[in-house]
């Protein structure tokens, strides 16, 4: 079990990948060759449909099933079941409660905006109508806000969480289910309440946290031990920490060594499913096998190095998830209209590339720059939006 330093830098790293993943997010909701190309499909704009498409795709798809895997993760770790009241009310907080409210809000503003001409191009919707059924609408099924899905995804995994743990706490049992899970998944045996694939990942990861928790976490400990050892330290304690509050040199080469194995051997796996993922008429597992083996693989890789000190405008996470979309899509159509006398030219191409990958940098500016503001003159207002998290460590 962490400690100390060890336990600082396992949130941190998880801190980390939380904001890798929001990146790749973005970019999932970035494509914009199609605004860009005026109906062109050929030369520069192929080119440029097969970059967005293999990071939007390729990388970016892999953001919400690793979101699952640590989402899972913390839930169940150092789980027994007088913590799960305890768990579920934070649950409440945290992702409940941010659902509901980001869905009213998306509602209301698209509502609102559907109403102007100027920018009902922009939304893409006709006027919408006020009503309790499209409030119920909006609510239960995440009608004006899709980006959701994966929040109500993850309040069905939370709901039967208790179901999860009874099954995995056995470790034949917990096998025996996530055996099942992967049948289920290649032959389609789908659910909506949750998806049989998002109960995949969430299982998973619960089965390690139960029961592989050294494994996932042996850097951490490793490293505190190693730094005990060097120093002649029999006690544990934390190590000492530079300016930027990383803990210096502590971490032993044969960890980094490893970290770096199984990492390289993660990416190994990742490639190969990847490229059964994208061979004609692939089972829908690999792309699974391959959405689980690269949040993994970045978790191996981030053990064995020293990450630099998590800033506040990383910690948005579901202000910028909830966000994102909007400063996308605003971005990108906006963008179009101003250079649609560009349309389909090398230039309009370049500008849609430079456009795309700039979008994750804006979007956390933006975010930033009005999570700043709420934090200081609307704390309340901050506290439900973000579902109760911090900016500051």
């Known amino acids: 079990m962490v400690t100390g330093s060890g336990e600082r830098r396992f949130h941190d790293q998880i801190s980390w990948l939380m904001f890798l993943f929001s990146i790749f997010v973005i970019w999932v909701h970035s494509y914009n060759v199609d605004l860009f190309s005026g109906g062109a499909q050929d030369g520069i704009w192929s080119l ?27 839930f169940f770790r150092n789980f027994s079941w007088d913590k799960l009241v305890g768990k579920w009310k934070s649950r409440v907080f945290s992702v409940l409660i941010p659902y509901v409210v980001w869905n009213l809000i998306y509602y209301l503003g698209y509502m609102a905006a559907s109403r102007f001409l100027a920018i009902r191009s ?66 389609h045996l789908d659910m909506r309440h949750p998806n049989t694939d998002a109960l995949l ?28 050892a060097d120093h002649g330290t029999k006690e544990k304690k934390a190590a000492p920490e530079d300016k930027d509050g990383n803990t210096a040199g502590v971490i032993p080469a044969h960890v980094r060594r490893r970290c770096f194995a199984e990492g390289l051997a993660g990416v190994m796996i990742s490639v190969f499913c990847y490229r059964r ?18 949040p993994m693989t970045c978790w191996a890789f981030a053990c064995g190095v020293r990450l630099p000190k998590i800033r506040p405008w990383m910690r948005q996470s579901m202000f910028l998830y909830a966000i994102h979309f909007i400063v996308v899509r605003f971005v990108n159509k906006g963008t179009a209209v101003v250079t649609r006398s560009l349309a389909g030219t090398t230039t309009a191409a370049g500008i849609s590339l430079v456009v795309y990958f700039l979008l994750p940098a804006i979007a956390v500016i933006a975010s930033y720059i009005l999570a700043k503001f709420l934090v200081r003159f609307l704390p309340g207002v901050w506290r439900v939006l973000s579902g109760g998290r911090k900016l500051e460590g």
């Open 122 to 187: 922009v939304v893409g919707r006709d006027i919408i109508p006020f009503s309790v059924q499209e409030i119920w609408r909006a609510v239960s099924q995440y009608a004006y806000a899709p980006i959701f899905w994966y929040l109500y995804q993850l309040i069905f995994l939370i709901i039967v969480s208790p179901m999860i743990y009874a099954l995995v706490k056995n470790r034949a049992v917990g096998l025996f289910w996530i055996v099942g899970l992967v049948f289920a998944v290649h032959l």
């Open 48 to 74: 440029a449909d097969r970059i967005e498409n293999f990071v939007s795709v390729g990388l970016g798809q892999i953001a919400v099933p690793g979101f699952f895997l640590l989402s899972s993760y913390l």
């Open 277 to 294: 993922m994208m061979a004609p008429e692939a089972a829908v597992l690999w792309t699974c096998f391959y959405r689980m083996a690269v």
């Open 201 to 228: 990942y969430y299982s998973v990861a619960a089965y390690f946290a139960v029961h592989r928790r050294g494994l996932v976490e042996r850097s951490m400990e490793e490293e505190a031990a190693g730094w005990n």
